[in-house]
C-alpha cells in the first residue's frame, strides 16, 4: 500500500451515522472523499489514496472501521 496524506482511518465511527461519518472523514483528512456505500455492493478492488469508504448496513450505521481503499 502506498502512503497517503493525512488521518488514514476511523474506527471511532463505527457505530455512528455513516453520513455523519463521511462528514467527520472529509475534515479530517481534507484529501479524501468519503463515500458512504451500503454493505454488499459491488466495488471496484483498485487502491486509491483520495478515497474512504464508510460501509453501511440497512440503518445507516457504519459496520466496519473506514480506511483510505
Known amino acids: ?3 497517503c496524506p493525512g488521518k488514514y482511518s476511523w474506527p471511532e465511527l463505527v457505530g455512528k451515522n455513516g453520513e455523519d461519518a463521511a462528514v467527520k472523514i472529509e475534515q479530517e483528512n481534507p484529501h479524501v472523499h468519503a463515500i458512504v456505500i451500503l ?3 459491488p466495488v471496484t ?3 486509491r489514496c ?3 469508504r464508510v460501509w453501511v448496513d ?3 450505521t457504519v459496520i466496519r ?3 483510505i481503499t
Open 50 to 52: 483520495d478515497r474512504v
Open 45 to 47: 478492488k483498485d487502491f
Open 39 to 41: 454493505d454488499g455492493t
Open 65 to 67: 472501521t473506514p480506511i
Open 1 to 3: 500500500m502506498s502512503h
Open 58 to 60: 440497512c440503518h445507516g
